[in-house]
């Protein structure tokens, strides 16, 4: 029956087990502590140790040897009267002679008080085999639960969840320790339902948690979140906040006062930017002692009201105290989410005594300050941005990477601030994008304008040598331009040049003959550009990689398809994505599917795109970002990820 007591266990005496031998006593202000050798089998190759243990304690160990056997021999009782060293002396050689009773019938103690009264951690089974075997016994010791749980983060989370942690009480505990869970992303549309489950998880894993990505959206309006006590993260490296409302913003204001952690080093926040939040950001970062070296702030829509982002005067002055609180920073951005291009977005400029002419902001140019810098995205510029670097030296911003953007409703004159940035980049840059965006509401209005027209500018390019990136949407070039660039800046790579209605023929031959290292090149489409363009990169084929081509009214089919046939070295079956011929076409090649190679050739083929005209892709462009809410609230399940 399951309550009758268990058999007395008949040891092998050809199994080694513990010993154990009475060695002294000591009085202590409790009573008296009797002091025991414990000695492990000579197999295990481990010395033996001392315990001291008290009449309590054994107590505790008769109890529970006496409800596993019910037949054990009497444990030695504690006196009501004064004892003496020699009557002492006798009760600690009667409890020796007790454990040795407790010992035959457990040679290896598998019952847990018996093992935390000789202060026995995890003992191996006995080997039952010739002495040859003896190194086996490694393999059968048992394993801290630490060390499951970190052979666990390696797991699939759903499988440790769901399966490992059904094994048995050992793989349940490391199923749910935080070593396990160094990583956590959480995402739902509806937080309000699952804060709970996101607070246990965070109490339970904050720990050893190394990575958090919270993507949080309320439903309801005017909720609030209090944070269980104990919640720190100490160990944090990597933070990623994605708040689409004021709630959740409250909560990552409440969140990052946990973090505690010296050890951060990437941080980023996607939210709509508030005074509190940005503060509870900053003092983040001081705790973590000015180290993060890679800092991305994007200004996002709110979920229930998308608009352009307007960052005022307090919410810049946020956010430099941030750029302040990290001096080590090596990558930095302050951009927009993808969603709010062509939506109006500006930064209010400051007044005196941070400047001296009222309404300029000066937060670009005090990122040149940062020496450790080396990748810089700013999506805000505009003339009053602009204007600051007027007084600043040539060439002293030393980042190799810069991607520039605004809004056109803020740049008066584009082409001035592109020659204003150029001049303030240093030798260092290897990549540079300079993007205008069109407000939603003015395209319409701005198709089939020309743009104004740039010649050579010898000096704007020089000094740029190592120039291996150009990407520009706005800027329109001539033959002129085309050459001082091409002169100037031999190392490009990629370059995208969005508008090429000054292009002719020469414009091409200049790109092909004076860029051999070039891989990737952009062609919109131009009245002067004829079949003598295509055949000249029909020629030069081998050196691309990827060809975006706009046709032009000049351009004939024959060609386009001469120069598709030598890009793909006679390769058959190339899929198109929109079907047509002046649409998209993608031939694939080195960035295609692996294994997929040129038939005869053995070599990747390249990639030809030939694109819509530029004003049916901004109406596509339109028709996403007019659905600017689906981004937020499109979001029909939460999800989350937890482990490495």
């Known amino acids: 029956m399951g309550n009758s007591p268990q058999a007395l266990p008949v040891r092998d005496n050809g199994i080694e087990g513990f010993g154990v031998a009475y060695v002294g006593h000591v009085f202590v202000e409790a009573g008296v502590a009797f002091e025991f050798m414990v000695q492990p089998p000579s197999i295990t190759g481990a010395p033996g140790q ?70 026995i951690a995890v003992p191996p089974g006995p080997v039952n085999g010739p002495e040859s075997v003896g190194p086996a016994l490694l393999c059968r010791q048992r394993v801290p639960v630490s060390c499951i749980a970190i052979a666990l983060s390696f797991a699939d989370p759903l499988a440790v969840m769901h399966c490992c942690a059904k094994v048995c009480k050992t793989f349940h505990a490391a199923s749910l320790d935080p070593r396990c869970w160094p990583r956590l992303h959480f995402r739902t549309h509806c937080a309000e339902k699952s804060i709970d489950s996101l607070c246990t998880l965070l109490l339970r894993a904050c720990g050893g948690l190394e990575a958090l990505t919270l993507d949080l959206i309320f439903q309801r309006e005017n909720l609030g979140v209090a944070l269980p006590a104990g919640l720190l993260l100490p160990r944090l490296r990597r933070l990623d906040l994605r708040l689409g409302d004021a709630e959740s913003t409250s909560f990552a204001c409440e969140l990052l006062g946990c973090v505690e952690s010296p050890v951060l080093r990437d941080v980023t926040l996607s939210a709509v930017f508030t005074p509190s939040l940005l503060q509870a950001l900053c003092m983040t970062l001081i705790a973590a002692e000015g180290k993060v070296t890679q800092l991305s702030l994007v200004s996002s829509p709110c979920s229930r009201r998308p608009d352009g982002a307007q960052l005022d005067a307090s919410t810049v002055l946020g956010i430099q105290e941030i750029v302040e609180a990290v001096p080590l920073v090596q990558s930095l951005a302050i951009s927009i989410d993808e969603s709010s291009r062509g939506s109006s977005r500006f930064m209010e400029g400051f007044l005196p005594p941070f400047v001296e002419i009222p309404g300029q902001q000066p937060l670009l140019a005090n990122l040149m300050a940062l020496g450790s810098l080396q990748s810089l995205q700013f999506d805000f510029l505009s003339d009053d941005v602009i204007a600051c670097l007027a007084t600043m030296d040539e060439r002293v911003f030393h980042v190799r990477s810069a991607r520039f953007s605004g809004c056109k409703r803020r740049l008066e004159d584009p082409d001035e601030a592109l020659v204003r940035l150029l001049s303030k980049m240093g030798p260092e840059l290897q990549e540079f994008s300079f993007l205008v965006d069109q407000e939603f509401g003015m395209r319409a209005f701005s198709q089939g304008l020309l743009h104004q027209r740039l010649g050579g500018l010898p000096s704007v390019w ?132 692996p294994g997929f190679e040129a038939q005869g050739q053995g070599q990747p083929c390249s990639e030809l795109k030939v694109l819509k005209p530029e004003h049916e892709e901004e109406g596509s462009s339109l028709s996403i970002a007019g659905a600017t809410p689906l981004s937020w609230l499109g979001r029909r399940e939460s999800r989350l990820y937890i482990g490495r």
């Open 50 to 119: 001392v315990v001291s243990r008290s009449y309590e304690d054994l107590d505790l160990l008769s109890a529970a040897m006496s409800a596993r056997y019910h037949r054990v021999p009497p444990c030695p009782r504690a006196p009501f009267f004064t004892m003496d060293n020699a009557w002492v002396g006798d009760q600690g050689r009667a409890i020796e002679a007790y454990l040795r009773s407790l010992l035959a019938l457990e040679p290896w103690p598998r019952t847990n008080a018996l093992r935390r009264f000789l202060s």
């Open 462 to 593: 020089s000094g740029h040598e190592n120039l291996r990136s150009l990407e520009l949407n706005w800027n329109a070039f001539d033959d002129e331009g085309i050459a001082s660039i091409v002169e100037a800046c031999p190392q490009l790579e990629v370059m995208l040049l969005d508008r090429a209605e000054y292009w002719t023929d020469a414009a091409v031959m200049h790109l092909v003959e004076g860029l051999p290292t070039l891989r990737r090149l952009r062609i919109r489409s131009s009245t002067m550009l004829s079949d003598r363009a295509l055949d000249v990169l029909q020629q030069s084929t081998q050196q691309f990689r990827l060809l975006e081509i706009e046709p032009s009214y000049t351009m004939s089919t024959y060609m386009l398809d001469q120069l598709r046939s030598k890009l793909t070295r006679g390769s058959t079956n190339l899929p198109e994505i929109f079907p047509g011929s002046f649409t998209a076409m993608l031939l694939l090649g080195d960035v295609g599917p």
